[in-house]
C-alpha cells in the first residue's frame, strides 16, 4: 500500500528536550516536505527536499532542522522544543512536477510543556 | 502574509445542498490550484485541481471555478453528504516549484446535517 509514515503519532515533551520525527514514504517520491498545522492558520511550510541530500527552507523554518540522506526518509528534528512549536505536524510526499499529488501522512501532534 | 486567503471558516449545510468555499490569492504567478480534504484523524487528501488555463473542473459532485482576472477560485460541492464533512483547504503553487512548495489557505471546516 502505498503511503507516507510518521512516528511517533502522538508526543508530550518538555521544554529544550531533542526530539525527532520521523518520516518515511514507500512511493520512490522524489520531493517530500514538512508541515505544521495551527488552528487559524492553515497548513504552514517548515521545509522541503527535492532530493537526496537538496533540502530547503519553507516558510515557518526557526527552530527546525531536516536531512535527507535517503530518498525514502526525511525526519524532522528540534534540537531545543518551545511551546510556540505545539502543533500538529505533517509530512507529505509526491513524484517532481506540477500537478502530480501530494500525499500525507497521518500526522503527529507534538505537545511542548 | 497570508498569500491564498480562505473563507469562511466554517460552514454548515443542510444535506441535498451546495457547499461553496472560496479562496482568493495574491501572487499572479501562482499556476497551480488544488483542494485538499482532511477527515478529523487524518492527514489532507488531494481532491480536485486546476490550472489556470481553464475557467471550470468538475469531478463528481465537486467543481472548482476559477477567475483568473479577480485572483479568485472556488469549490462547488453540489447534493452535499454526510460524508462531505470534512475541513477544506485551498492551495496555490507555482511550476518551477511544483508539489514542493504549496502555499494552503486557512481551512474551511464544512458541517453537512441531516
Known amino acids: 500500500e502505498a503511503q507516507v509514515t510518521q512516528n511517533p503519532r502522538y508526543l508530550i515533551t518538555v521544554t529544550g528536550k531533542k526530539l525527532t520525527v520521523t518520516c518515511s514514504q514507500n512511493m520512490n517520491h522524489e520531493y517530500m516536505s514538512w508541515y505544521r498545522q495551527d488552528p487559524g492558520l492553515g497548513l504552514r511550510q517548515i521545509y522541503y527536499?527535492?532530493?537526496?541530500?537538496?533540502?530547503d527552507k519553507g516558510d515557518v523554518p526557526e527552530g527546525y532542522k531536516v536531512s535527507r540522506k535517503e530518498k525514502r526518509n526525511f525526519p524532522l528534528i528540534l534540537e531545543s522544543p518551545s511551546p510556540n512549536q505545539t502543533s500538529l505536524y505533517f509530512c507529505?510526499?509526491?513524484?517532481?512536477?506540477?500537478?502530480?499529488?501530494?500525499?500525507f501522512g497521518q500526522g503527529t501532534r507534538l505537545t511542548v510543556v | 502574509q497570508q498569500q491564498v486567503k480562505q473563507s469562511p471558516q466554517s460552514l454548515i449545510v443542510q444535506k441535498g445542498g451546495i457547499s461553496i468555499i472560496n479562496c482568493a490569492y495574491e501572487?499572479?504567478?501562482?499556476?497551480?490550484f488544488p483542494w485538499y480534504q482532511q477527515f478529523p484523524g487524518k492527514g489532507p487528501a488531494l481532491l480536485i485541481a486546476?490550472?489556470?488555463?481553464?475557467s471550470e473542473k468538475k469531478e463528481g459532485r465537486f467543481t472548482i471555478s476559477f477567475n483568473k482576472s479577480a485572483k479568485q477560485f472556488s469549490l462547488h460541492i453540489m447534493d452535499s453528504q454526510p460524508g462531505d464533512s470534512a475541513t477544506y483547504f485551498c492551495?496555490?503553487?507555482?511550476?518551477?516549484?511544483?508539489?514542493?512548495?504549496?502555499?494552503f489557505g486557512t481551512g474551511t471546516r464544512l458541517t453537512i446535517i441531516p
Open positions: 492551495a496555490a503553487s507555482i511550476s518551477n516549484f511544483g508539489n514542493e512548495k504549496l502555499t
Open positions: 486546476i490550472r489556470p488555463d481553464v
Open positions: 501572487n499572479t504567478a501562482f499556476d497551480y
Open positions: 507529505a510526499s509526491s513524484y517532481r512536477g506540477l500537478g502530480t499529488e501530494a500525499f
Open positions: 527536499s527535492m532530493n537526496v541530500e537538496v533540502t
